[in-house]
């Protein structure tokens, strides 16, 4: 057989009869609701043409690390690609194993941390670690149910690492693969829920080759929404993000800056430090501390 289409490694076998018996696990009534079998294969050509053309180049792909993978997906999941790149590399240089991320200190986990926004998703990392330390011996289980169970790991995080890190069939749906979904198969449809598109996404996966059908769809629908008005917003699912200059969120970040810079101070210190009113610090610390970033003793706070 031929080069796969669209996939720039290797020599793969023809895929027809790969996706013909992934659908036939679908369930009879979602298969019913499919588009036709020839709207199917156009966009899957689309996809990897797309891929093979324009397919990007990171650091986490082509691992079989499951940590490694999982670190990636979780920075990706509100950071942008160009961000992580080099975040990743610096991050898996420190903490090179969820061994050597459990026994870290939060601060330390905290400050590398810095600049990728929304470092709850850096304490859930690391609780993560901590438990699968200690219950699977330091390797992420390959089942999307146990996934699902630690701290962090939503549907699509836990099935991103099973595809990816073990290339076991796990379709998902994100930002992107909704992207690419919704502009195919719902150009003029609004509110559309991910239901609607979970037998595509299951019908048009590559059950043989599942980590490059992962990037090469995922890629696809970054494209889409770089150069169209972003087809994800016509999801039921999409969120628009509030501005970050004057919210919570960036208070919330400078205090947390504040008090890893200069732990054991109290709320009027790191209010004068940040700008932040001191009864809002206040809140905003004990809120920190509720979520398990830090640790008051008395009228001090540092980092747990």
């Given at each position: 057989?031929?080069?796969?289409?669209?996939?720039?490694?290797?020599?793969?076998?023809?895929p027809?009869?790969?996706?013909?018996?992934?659908?036939?696990?679908?369930?009879?009534?979602?298969?019913?609701?499919?588009?036709?079998?020839?709207?199917?294969?156009?966009?899957?050509?689309?996809?990897?043409?797309?891929?093979?053309?324009?397919?990007?180049?990171?650091?986490?792909?082509?691992?079989?690390?499951?940590?490694?993978?999982?670190?990636?997906?979780v920075?990706?999941?509100?950071?942008?690609?160009?961000?992580?790149?080099?975040?990743?590399?610096?991050?898996m240089?420190?903490?090179?194993?969820?061994?050597?991320l459990?026994a870290?200190?939060?601060?330390?986990?905290?400050?590398?941390?810095?600049?990728?926004?929304?470092?709850?998703?850096?304490?859930?990392?690391?609780?993560?670690?901590?438990?699968?330390?200690?219950?699977?011996?330091?390797v992420?289980?390959?089942?999307?149910?146990?996934?699902e169970?630690?701290?962090g790991?939503?549907?699509?995080?836990a099935?991103?690492v099973?595809?990816?890190?073990?290339?076991?069939?796990?379709?998902?749906?994100?930002?992107?693969?909704?992207?690419?979904?919704?502009?195919?198969?719902?150009?003029?449809?609004?509110?559309?829920?991910?239901?609607?598109?979970?037998?595509?996404v299951?019908?048009?996966?590559?059950?043989?080759?599942?980590r490059?059908?992962?990037?090469?769809?995922?890629?696809?629908?970054?494209h889409?929404?770089?150069?169209?008005?972003?087809p994800?917003?016509?999801?039921?699912?999409?969120?628009?993000?509030?501005?970050?200059?004057?919210?919570?969120?960036q208070?919330?970040?400078?205090?947390?800056?504040?008090?890893?810079?200069?732990?054991?101070?109290?709320?009027?210190?790191?209010?004068?430090?940040?700008?932040?009113?001191?009864?809002?610090?206040?809140?905003?610390?004990?809120?920190?501390?509720?979520?398990?970033?830090?640790?008051?003793?008395?009228?001090?706070?540092?980092?747990?």
């Amino acid at each position: 057989m031929g080069r796969f289409p669209g996939c720039p490694h290797g020599t793969r076998r023809d895929p027809g009869s790969r996706w013909r018996l992934y659908t036939l696990r679908m369930d009879p009534h979602d298969a019913a609701d499919l588009p036709s079998a020839d709207a199917l294969e156009a966009f899957r050509a689309t996809v990897w043409s797309y891929f093979r053309e324009n397919g990007r180049e990171m650091p986490w792909r082509g691992i079989d690390d499951p940590y490694g993978v999982l670190v990636s997906e979780v920075m990706l999941q509100q950071t942008q690609v160009a961000r992580v790149t080099d975040r990743w590399t610096e991050w898996m240089g420190v903490f090179p194993t969820i061994d050597a991320l459990a026994a870290a200190p939060l601060a330390a986990v905290l400050e590398r941390w810095q600049g990728l926004g929304y470092s709850r998703r850096a304490v859930a990392l690391k609780r993560c670690a901590e438990l699968v330390a200690e219950h699977f011996a330091g390797v992420l289980p390959a089942d999307t149910a146990l996934l699902e169970t630690l701290p962090g790991i939503g549907p699509a995080t836990a099935a991103a690492v099973v595809n990816y890190a073990y290339e076991v069939p796990a379709p998902f749906i994100e930002t992107n693969v909704r992207a690419a979904l919704l502009h195919a198969f719902f150009a003029d449809a609004d509110d559309v829920p991910d239901r609607e598109l979970r037998p595509i996404v299951d019908a048009v996966w590559d059950a043989g080759d599942p980590r490059e059908w992962g990037y090469a769809l995922t890629d696809y629908g970054a494209h889409l929404k770089r150069t169209l008005p972003n087809p994800s917003r016509r999801s039921r699912h999409h969120v628009r993000q509030s501005p970050f200059e004057g919210s919570r969120r960036q208070k919330r970040a400078r205090l947390l800056r504040a008090v890893l810079g200069r732990p054991g101070l109290d709320a009027d210190a790191y209010a004068g430090e940040t700008g932040v009113a001191t009864s809002e610090a206040l809140e905003l610390l004990g809120a920190l501390g509720g979520e398990g970033f830090l640790v008051r003793n008395g009228e001090q706070w540092s980092v747990r």
